[in-house]
């Protein structure tokens, strides 16, 4: 291994898939306590070089400045003391998660009298691509290592330096326990040339998770021939059944839950983007929309909703076809007027994947919706916003998918593992 | 549904695609009674139109013999009374599987109030690709269907009669149960300008899954959009420990062994590919080599067995570093003598992944092999040959995967799954 320990000047991204391959073999056997004092390690170096972070985040952020880069990307990638010690308390969160490697299926007899069980084992080589903000580079290297994982980041360009600093963090904390630096290595090189290398690894990297903006997904998509996990744009609808409007107190509780869904982080995936009203509910948008307004959103009505709207005095604008199936990440929502559960549940068919929302007091109409709708996340009276990891008991995540094959919703410990099948026999043969 | 259910004469792949999704929006809520009824159905019809079907497959043979196809293909296209049987009683077999669908994990309550569990689901539409075999037609779409999915099939240009007749008996069965035609949808132009639609259609289709040779295979990953459940090369090791040769019986064991892995069917993926022998267990090896050379394998050794087998008067061919690491899909077999478990791991580290067995009566060693060996099955003293749905519990399968990612070994029902989140509320918002 000691021949692997020195990374070259000029490492290709093959080199460090080799690197990485060798150090998941040492990883995938590391017992649970060497995995969480690798985390501790991390969280201690991260304080310790609290002073180097941020110097080597002010240089991000001084050079983003002078490049003109919008303010939101910049407040993503700044990095203030109060941050780092976030980021250092999140891996010792994930420290303390259960792990889930070597978990086993009971051993089941089979006829031929083989003894055959499923074995819980890390997925091997990740490669993770993400945009501006440098938490990430150490919160997915954190979630890796736990669950016994060799990782290749490759960050946004913006974030070069402080990356640099993080990852220089990280490998301290892996050679004070004896572990390969090939177990967590960024791409220095920010050219798209050195990511569609990563993306073409096919054997050496065992997935591809790549964390923004649909554009970036749909690159991995086109471009790899590794596994990619898709994240893609996430589509969050709620329907207001009728039902749920026939107690002042339930429009009350639509208006607080819609504005929740929508207003509390309008930037995440899991926030509203269209809501669908049943016809007979017309009374209550009012007060709904009263409540999406007074938090700063920006209504796109269809004609009957804007109807309602215009009487009760309310802005909005026409909505366009465009505007519906649309993931906004913004202060804006479209409404629509359906006919009824059918109705809802086509539109949904159409245009959801990622979280779709029923208002209901009427038991049947919850269970039919529960089971149509085919997303990551179907909900009855709960916020949107719950679609997360945290949220929904996996304690960390390494992203949210909202594709089918292998992890559907939040990512976390469990979901960067796969399993192999274990067959104890005594000579057996196949007759 | 009416409008859907009369296929177009000329249907685009995104046509068929477009079919397909609605009619898994049907499938995806059918109780499992339904689905049983649909298979027995389709057994019914295979059964009722015999001579319509083989007089088709006769058709497919008649012009692969006069287009000069190599005879094993011919064979695998050919189907008679007794195969086509056969097929039907798999049908019946693949009904009286658990139905994996609507399983749900427990409800946990989280903190917020919020109650939430993982419900079973169909993939949604598959895309399924292979070659010469007709019953593959008629497994795959009895797979689908009992799982809640609709299939795209593509198979071989040269069983296009015998798929049109096959496709015909299972839409038969459909329309009697008043299910959408587009559950089970054959292309049936062989070009491959539609095999690369059928890759691309990333909107309409969940998952791709090829049947066939490392050719194909590499088509789909390099072409396809869909995310593909690769089964890749599979590469198949068995290490013959010291402790396994110290009693002529255990002798007797691994040559019995080591000749079923290789001999029983060297068609198959999960066949024999590299016999690694520890240096101190060549003793053994003539009585081994002899058993393989009876069952008529041609061995490629290295020095060191060569040596070993010259002596014994039996024959061997020199390896080249290329027989290693090689799947054979015939009687031959690549030898190599190692110093011991840890070149037999590092060794298979290089080159396996798909099923690897080690052959002794040391415990230590036993859990050493199946704790490093990171290959989709890793087996103590059984033939390797038991890599197989029916073998391992399955009860069928759809193919082997050799990826981490969804599904590792092989594919039965329950891996033509995915899950969803459900979330029960009361108004919960997030703060």
């Known amino acids: 291994m000691r021949a692997l320990e020195e990374r070259p000047p000029h490492a290709s991204v093959r080199d ?59 407040a993503r990638l700044r990095l203030d003391g109060g941050a780092l010690e976030g980021v250092a308390a999140d891996v010792e969160a994930v420290s303390r998660l259960p792990d889930p490697v070597g978990e086993s299926t009971p051993e089941d007899r089979r006829p031929s009298g083989i003894r055959v069980s499923q074995r819980r084992v890390p997925l091997g080589v990740l490669g993770v691509i993400y945009e501006s903000r440098p938490n990430v580079t150490v919160d997915v290297a954190a ?11 490759r960050g946004g360009r913006e974030t070069v330096h402080s990356n640099a600093a993080l990852e220089g963090a ?52 086109e471009h790899a021939t590794v596994p990619v996990i898709v994240g893609g744009i996430g589509v969050v609808h709620i329907y207001l059944d009728e039902s749920f409007t026939r107690e002042p107190a339930d429009v009350q509780m639509a208006a607080e839950l819609i504005r929740n869904a929508k207003v509390q982080k309008p930037s995440a995936c899991n926030a509203l983007d269209t809501l669908l009203i049943h016809d007979r509910a017309l009374g209550a948008l009012p007060e709904v929309a009263r409540a999406l307004i007074e938090g700063g959103v920006t209504l796109l009505a269809d004609a009957r909703s804007q109807a309602s709207l215009d009487s009760a005095g309310l ?12 993931e906004f990440l913004a202060l804006t929502a479209s409404l629509r007027v359906v006919s009824g559960l059918d109705e809802a549940l086509d539109f949904i068919a159409a245009h959801g994947n990622h979280t779709d929302v029923i208002l209901t007091r ?34 960390a995540e390494v992203a949210i998918s909202t594709q089918k094959l292998h992890a559907r919703g939040p990512m976390g410990l469990r979901e960067l593992t796969t399993t192999k099948w274990v067959v104890m026999g005594d000579g057996q043969i196949r007759g």
């Open 315 to 326: 802005p909005a604008q026409p909505a366009q076809d465009s505007d519906y199936g649309q």
């Open 16 to 74: 460090l898939g080799v690197r990485a391959r060798a150090a998941a073999r040492v990883l995938r056997s590391l017992p649970t306590a060497r995995k969480v004092a690798v985390l501790q390690a991390i969280a201690a170096e991260l304080r310790g070089r609290r002073a180097e972070i941020l110097a080597a985040n002010a240089r991000d952020v001084e050079a983003a400045l002078a490049a003109g880069l919008p303010e939101p990307m910049v």
């Open 143 to 153: 979630l890796a290592l736990m669950s016994g994982n060799a990782v290749i980041l």
């Open 170 to 221: 990280i490998h301290a904390a892996l050679a004070a326990q004896g572990l390969p630096s090939g177990a967590v290595q960024v791409i220095r090189d920010p050219a798209r040339e050195r990511m569609l290398e990563l993306l073409k690894l096919d054997d050496l990297v065992d997935a591809i998770i790549p964390r923004g903006g649909a554009g970036l997904h749909r690159f991995c998509v």
């Open 362 to 395: 009427d038991g049947a109409q919850a269970a039919r919706f529960v089971q149509d709708v085919d997303s990551a996340a179907v909900m009855v009276n709960a916020s949107p916003r719950f679609n997360d990891g945290a949220q929904l008991g996996l304690g």
